[in-house]
């Protein structure tokens, strides 16, 4: 917090950053539902340096500075995941339409579709691929069954790959009509090809494959190529899954 003479009263700082009307906001600093930096903030002047103060609503972060971006996009099958590429195959930058540079928060395979972050904010990014945070990523795999009752215990307990052993943190059988088998598999890792590694070592190649949450994120309905900007809520959600 800075002076009464500087920043921007923190009613101001938390409508601008999308929380609600300054009236709610001011509700919410009364009820003790605010802390800043820390500490909880009853005063409706309090003033703050939105550039600098870490701001918690009900314990979730809010992102205060203004030039910060936060977005998911739906990468179709058959593009690359990144920015740009060299050899001119389709990238991210063919469907992102905004001004600002935006990191991509981990990858995806070229024939993988799915769910990416974008964001600028490099903390916040560099904490969600990080292994130490165990940040949970799900996918959507169809592989051709039928399948064995024990499968998802033996995911569960754990294979060993040539760069060592990997397990499902979670498995369930999604949908299944005839051979075909669509599984839901959530680890907390994110080595190259881990689901597909996973799933052949204990026999069932996959066909098709889709990342569907990363964290607290959700694919939902957004349409393969697509992208749209995070909620509050979901960036808050993100800040503490990571214990931003």
Do not use: W
């Amino acid at each position: 917090m800075v002076t009464d003479n500087e920043g921007v009263r923190l009613q101001k700082v938390l409508a601008e950053a999308g929380i609600g009307s300054r009236r709610h906001c001011e509700e919410l600093i009364g009820e003790g539902r605010v802390t800043v930096d820390g500490k909880r903030v009853f005063r409706f002047g309090e003033r703050v340096d939105p550039r600098r103060a870490v701001i918690h609503v009900d314990g979730k972060r809010v992102e205060t500075r203004a030039e910060m971006r936060y977005y998911m996009i739906n990468k179709p099958r058959g593009v690359v995941s990144t920015m740009s590429d060299e050899l001119g195959r389709k990238s991210l930058e063919d469907y992102v339409d905004v001004p600002e540079r935006l990191f991509h928060v981990g990858r995806l395979d070229t024939d993988t579709e799915g769910l990416i972050l974008l964001t600028n904010d490099g903390e916040l990014a560099h904490r969600l691929t990080h292994p130490s945070y165990g940040v949970f990523k799900t996918y959507l795999a169809e592989i051709h069954g039928p399948i064995p009752r024990d499968l998802g215990k033996r995911l569960r307990a754990g294979v060993t790959l040539e760069d060592g052993p990997a397990k499902a943190d979670r498995f369930r059988v999604f949908d299944q009509i005839g051979k075909r088998v669509l599984v839901e598999i959530t680890l907390h890792e994110g080595r190259k090809h881990i689901v597909r590694r996973l799933l052949k070592e204990v026999g069932f190649p996959v066909q098709q494959l889709a990342r569907i949450e990363f964290g607290p994120i959700r694919l939902g309905q957004l349409k393969p190529g697509t992208m749209r900007a995070l909620t509050v809520q979901e960036v808050g959600e993100l800040y503490q899954a990571v214990g931003l």
